[in-house]
């Protein structure tokens, strides 16, 4: 008995040892009136700086030194010189890796421009398509990735990483600490504060009916057998330890890492507990050990429960669906490549034709559609000076956006669908803006219409539909954004968006002769403005933002319309048009919140 008691007694003394040397590796800043400059590290005064720099990058995680990026930069801006890297290299033994591949000459190809990190994503992507060496630039840095490649083995099942138990209690214990450290603006005031952290948080979680993720479930009953057992916060600590490691000279590591995992509010804790007046309003009683107890409570009950469990991460690029979506939409990018080369030569031998005869339009019959009494609908294809330049727009940007969704989306699951309906939408654009007849013009709006509500919709959410979008019909633009990326684009970026004003343009000459009509377009046009600023600047997301930004730049256009502007509304549209379809497909990158896809495609020099 009195051995065990010894024993005790040594283990606890090892334990306060441990926590101690850990707090002085915390950060000791607290609740301050005025800004003071904290000395990060003020734990390792008594190193060598550089040295101090790398002790303290290896237990906190930061980096010593800038990154191999910033590095880069420096050097691509003159502030480092090639004469500098060749210096250094010169100094260091040289050495053969592998027959045709030197040590020197793949660190000179790895250190000077040109070199970009890259993901698998893109690994994978530049392989299926067969030329992914060739976007090194560098002959070395091309033998060593062959050379890698060559003894690469792929797996179809690739063992997922655990899920990290920090990803699991971190949540629940941020916002307990937040709320026991609350001076008077949490809502809910923690009860049993002043019994300390881990008294009050085990009172609170012990209660029988609590309600925990799945990998907390049984903390309830891990902090009653806590409370039954009379522990002490360092009762809890000494019971984990003894538990998961009875070597007590690992427990100094095992506290320091637990520590460090969370120092901002380990370190909190602390400089309360040492000094309680820095609290502002209401001191409470703060105590490392209490964090320390909660902490180690969770991660005994996260471990307990699963926590090493594969988390929810499947990897998107090792499926023999998703290699087949990427051998298709290889498919499609040349389809895409020929259909519109093949457009494009139509429209130079259509602009060759207007400019060499000197004719107004070029118009192609097909004769009638049907034919019912004396109504006949007739398939009349015109080509004039006004349809040409819209015709030519939505070519260009039907182009682009295809060959830019046959890399963002060729992994995704709608893949096929996706391609239909925007070859739909080009089709009915193509057909509204060269109708030689109203009835034909409206086929073609309805397609689009059509064609951009199931894009819209293609996610599943709930859809919407328009064209211009004026005031006050207005109101379904923040949902059109919930399709894909490319389908916002050419929708509310280039072409859909604009093919209100067209038709305005198409019937300018009779707006010329009734005034109260342009004014009414004008007035219009000026308020959609207005309000599309207005709701614009207060948007939080980028492609909602972008879309009332389109929606003020075709405002101006009704306006420009209106006043009788015809060509410089016609060169305001096509400018915008091509601008925001750029801004759209950037947009994803400024949205860190969204799930993003990786730049596939991209080359490595």
Request: charged residues 20%; aromatic residues 10%.
């Amino acid at each position: 008995m009195r051995r065990k008691s010894h024993s005790v007694l040594s283990g606890r003394d090892t334990l306060l040892q441990a926590v101690e040397h850990a707090a002085h590796l915390l950060p000791m800043q607290g609740p301050i009136g005025v800004f003071i400059h904290h000395n990060t590290l003020h734990a390792f005064e008594h190193l060598p700086f550089e040295q101090a720099v790398i002790e303290a990058s290896r237990l906190f995680g930061a980096e010593p030194y800038m990154t191999e990026a910033a590095y880069r930069t420096e050097l691509a801006r003159g502030r480092i010189q090639i004469e500098d890297i060749n210096f250094v290299l010169g100094s260091e033994p040289d050495a053969v890796v592998f027959p045709g591949l030197m040590r020197r000459a793949l660190r000179r190809a790895m250190i000077t421009p040109g070199v970009r990190e890259f993901d698998a994503a893109t690994i994978l992507w530049r392989t299926e398509q067969g030329d992914l060496a060739r976007d090194f630039r560098h002959a070395a840095l091309r033998t060593l990735f062959q050379a890698c490649f060559d003894r690469t083995v792929v797996h179809e099942e690739e063992p997922v990483p655990p899920r990290p138990i920090d990803e699991i209690i971190h949540p629940w214990l941020i916002r307990l600490c937040s709320v026991f450290l609350d001076q008077g603006t949490a809502y809910w005031p923690m009860p049993y504060r002043e019994r300390g952290f881990y008294e009050s948080v085990r009172e609170l979680l012990s209660r029988r009916g609590g309600m925990f993720p799945k990998y907390l479930s049984g903390l309830d009953e891990e902090f009653r057998r806590q409370k039954n057992g009379a522990f002490s916060a360092t009762d809890a600590v000494l019971d984990y330890l003894e538990a998961h490691n009875p070597n007590e000279s690992e427990w100094k590591g095992i506290i320091q890492s637990e520590l460090l995992a969370l120092p901002g509010w380990a370190g909190l804790m602390r400089r309360l507990e040492e000094k309680p007046g820095l609290a502002p309003h209401e001191p409470v009683p703060c105590s490392l050990m209490d964090f320390l107890a909660v902490r180690l409570t969770m991660s005994r009950v996260a471990a307990r429960m699963g926590a090493a469990e594969s988390g929810p991460r499947e990897n998107p690029l090792k499926t023999e669906e998703r290699r087949r979506l990427s051998r298709t939409a290889r498919i499609y990018d040349r389809i895409t490549a020929w259909t519109f080369a093949g457009c494009m030569f139509t429209l130079a031998a259509l602009i060759h034709t207007l400019g060499s005869t000197g004719a107004s339009a070029v118009v192609v019959t097909f004769g009638n559609w049907f034919a019912v009494h004396e109504y006949r609908f007739p398939l009349v294809l015109m080509a004039d000076r006004l349809s040409l330049p819209f015709l030519v727009m939505t070519v260009v940007l039907s182009g682009l956006i295809g060959q830019f969704s046959a890399t963002y989306l060729h992994r995704e699951r709608g893949f096929f669908r996706f391609f239909v309906l925007l070859d739909l939408f080009a089709f009915g654009s193509l057909l509204a803006f060269a109708a030689g007849s109203f009835d034909l013009l409206i086929a073609g709006w309805e397609l689009v219409g059509i064609s951009s509500v199931l894009l819209i919709a293609f996610h599943d959410h709930r859809p919407a539909a328009g064209k211009a979008a004026q005031i006050p019909f207005s109101g379904w633009l923040p949902r059109a954004m919930e399709g894909p990326t490319p389908s916002s684009a050419i929708f509310y970026g280039g072409i859909s968006i604009h093919a209100g004003a067209y038709l305005l343009l198409r019937v300018q000459p009779l707006l010329a002769h009734m005034r109260v009509a342009a004014v009414c377009v004008i007035v219009v046009g000026l308020a959609t403005a207005i309000y599309g600023t207005i709701v614009g600047r207060a948007s939080a997301a980028a492609k909602t933002s972008l879309a009332f930004a389109s929606l003020t730049q075709v405002g101006v256009v009704f306006a420009e319309i209106g006043i009788g502007w015809r060509s410089i509304a016609i060169a305001h549209i096509l400018g915008h048009a091509v601008v925001r379809t750029l801004q759209f497909l950037r947009s994803p990158s400024k949205e860190p919140s969204l799930s993003m896809r990786s730049p596939a495609g991209q080359g490595i020099e």
